[in-house]
C-alpha cells in the first residue's frame, strides 16, 4: 500500500488536465455518496414519523403516545418540519451554487443527454415537488404571516401515500445517478437505503413496544393480547 507522501508524489507527478480529471472524480465520489446519505435520511425521517403518526398506530400506541407526548410531539414535528421537507428540498434545489439532484444530471448530460433528458421530466411531472417547495419556504425556512404549519400542510393537500410516494421516487432517481455517474451499481445502493429503511422500522417499533410494555408493567397489567 502506498503511503500519502507516495500518493502525492504522484499525483504532482500527473498532467494539469488529469489532475483536473482527478478531482472531478474525486468530487463526484464523495458528493454521490453524500447524497445517498440524505436519502437514507429522507427515509428515515419518513418512516419514524410515519410510525409514530399514522392512524392505525395512533390507536394501537395511544397510551404511550399520550403518556409521553412532549417526547413525541415535537420528535414528530422535527421529523416532518425540519426533517422531510427540508432534505427534499435541498435535493431538489437548483441554485447554481449548490449541489443536487439537478447538479448531477447536468453532470450525466455530458455523456448521456437521453438519461439526463429522461430524468428532468420524471421530476417535471412530480407537482408534489412543489408542494413541498412551498411548504418549506412557508414554514421550515421562515413562517408565513397567515396560517400555521397545519393550515399549509392542509391547503398544500399532502397526503401520507404522496409523502411515501416521493421517498421511492427520491430512492429510485438517486441510485440511477450513482451508477450512471460511475459510483456504484443502482441495485447496491437500493439495497444500502433498503437496510437502513427496515432497520429504522424495526427499532421505532422496538422503542414502542418497549414504551408501551413500561406502562403495563406499571400499572400491573398482563402482556398486551395480540391483535
Keep these: 500500500m502506498r503511503t500519502v507522501a507516495e500518493i502525492k508524489d504522484a499525483i504532482r507527478k500527473l498532467s494539469e488536465n488529469e489532475q483536473g480529471e482527478l ?8 458528493g454521490m455518496y453524500e447524497m445517498v446519505e440524505q436519502v ?3 427515509t428515515q425521517c ?3 414519523w410515519w410510525e409514530i403518526a399514522n392512524s392505525k398506530n395512533v390507536k394501537r400506541y395511544d397510551e404511550v403516545l399520550r403518556e409521553y407526548l412532549d417526547f413525541f410531539e415535537p420528535v414528530a ?7 422531510f421537507f427540508t432534505i ?5 434545489d437548483q441554485r447554481p451554487d449548490s449541489k443536487h439532484i439537478h447538479f448531477r444530471i447536468d453532470q450525466i448530460a455530458q455523456t448521456d443527454a437521453r438519461l439526463a433528458d429522461k430524468l428532468r421530466k420524471q ?10 417547495k412551498t411548504i418549506r419556504h412557508k414554514v421550515s425556512a421562515h413562517r408565513a404571516k397567515n396560517g400555521t404549519p397545519q393550515q399549509v400542510i392542509g391547503d398544500e393537500a399532502i397526503t401520507g401515500k404522496e409523502l411515501e410516494g416521493v421517498v421511492e421516487f427520491v430512492q429510485d432517481i438517486v441510485s440511477t445517478l450513482a451508477e450512471a455517474l460511475g459510483v456504484e451499481k443502482k441495485s447496491a445502493v437500493m439495497q444500502k437505503i433498503s437496510a437502513c429503511q427496515g432497520s429504522t422500522l424495526d427499532s421505532t417499533f422496538q422503542v414502542l413496544q418497549a ?3 413500561s406502562l403495563r408493567d406499571a400499572s400491573g397489567e398482563g402482556p398486551a393480547q395480540p391483535e
Design 23 to 30: 478531482l472531478r472524480w474525486l468530487e463526484i465520489q464523495v
Design 123 to 132: 421530476i417535471k411531472s412530480r407537482d408534489v415537488l412543489s408542494k413541498f
Design 88 to 92: 427534499c428540498y435541498q435535493l431538489f
Design 46 to 48: 419518513y418512516v419514524i
Design 211 to 213: 414504551l408501551a410494555k
Design 77 to 83: 414535528h422535527i421529523l416532518l418540519w425540519q426533517g
Design 40 to 42: 437514507a435520511r429522507l
